[in-house]
C-alpha cells in the first residue's frame, strides 16, 4: 500500500509560523489534504490542493506541493494558541475502482503564548 | 452543514463481549468509512462501503465487520471484543466519485475493552 509520513510533533510560539511537513507516494494521486483535529474532536478537512497545482493560499494557511520530491507543506502564518491540535495530511489512492484516503500518522502542533 | 454522527462518544465493554458502533450520515453520501485512530498511527482503514450492501476490506479488517442496510447507516461490529481493539474509532463519509473525495467525519467514540 501507500505510505504517508509526517513527523509527530511541532511547537512553535504565538505569533510565528508553523510549517508541517508530509511526504506521500502515490504519484498518480489526485488530490492531496490537510484535515485538522481538535482535542476530543473528529477530523476536519482544512484545505486540499489538487496535483496539478504547486501552491494554494487560503487567509492564514498556505499549501506548498512539490509533485517531483513528493512532498506537501502546511503553512500556518501567525499561528494563535486555538491552532493547537493534531494535523494530518493524506493522498488518495486508487483501488479496486475506487478512490480512498491515506492518512499520515498526523502531526501534533503544541502552540505556546 | 454535513452531520456525521456516532452513537456513543465513550465505551467500554468486556473482553469477548459483541460491540456494535453506530455511524448516520445525514447528506445522502455514497460512501462510508470506518477508521481506527491510535497514537503513534494515524488513521487505519478498517472497512469502508459505497453502496447500500456493499463493503470492502481496509488495511486491517480483522477482527472487524461492518453492515450497511441503508445509506444513511453505517454499522462496526467487533464479533468478540479484545482487550487490543481498545482505541478511538472515526466514522466518516463522502459525497463520491469526482467530489474530491473530501470525508466528513463523526466525533468518534472511544472504546476500551477490558
Known amino acids: 500500500g501507500e505510505d504517508v509520513e509526517q513527523s509527530l510533533f511541532l511547537s512553535v510560539r504565538e505569533g510565528d509560523s508553523s510549517v508541517i511537513n508530509c511526504t506521500y507516494t502515490d504519484s498518480s494521486s489526485t488530490y492531496l489534504y490537510w484535515y485538522k483535529q481538535e482535542p476530543g474532536a473528529g477530523l476536519q478537512l482544512l484545505t486540499y490542493?489538487?496535483?496539478?497545482?504547486d501552491m494554494k493560499q487560503d487567509q492564514r494557511l498556505t499549501v506548498l506541493l512539490n509533485k517531483k520530491d513528493k512532498h506537501l507543506s502546511l503553512r500556518i502564518a501567525d499561528t494563535q494558541t486555538g491552532d493547537s491540535a493534531i494535523y494530518f495530511c493524506?493522498?488518495?489512492?486508487?483501488?479496486?475502482?475506487?478512490?480512498?484516503?491515506?492518512f499520515g500518522t498526523g502531526t501534533r502542533l503544541l502552540v505556546s503564548p | 452543514d454535513v452531520k456525521v454522527t456516532q452513537s456513543s462518544r465513550y465505551l467500554v465493554k468486556r473482553t469477548g463481549e459483541k460491540v456494535f458502533l453506530e455511524c448516520v450520515q445525514d447528506?445522502?453520501?455514497?460512501?462510508m468509512f470506518w477508521y481506527r485512530q491510535d497514537p503513534g498511527l494515524g488513521l487505519r482503514l478498517i472497512y469502508f462501503s459505497y453502496d447500500v450492501k456493499m463493503k470492502e476490506k481496509g488495511d486491517i479488517p480483522e477482527g472487524y465487520s461492518v453492515s450497511r442496510e441503508k445509506k444513511e447507516r453505517f454499522s462496526l461490529i467487533l464479533e468478540s471484543a479484545s482487550t487490543n481493539q481498545t482505541s478511538m474509532y472515526l466514522c466518516a463519509s463522502s459525497l463520491g466519485p469526482g467530489s474530491g473525495d473530501e470525508q466528513y467525519f463523526g466525533p468518534g467514540t472511544r472504546l476500551t475493552v477490558t
Open positions: 447528506m445522502d453520501h455514497e460512501n
Open positions: 490542493i489538487f496535483s496539478n497545482m
Open positions: 493524506a493522498e488518495s489512492e486508487l483501488t479496486t475502482g475506487f478512490q480512498k484516503l491515506v
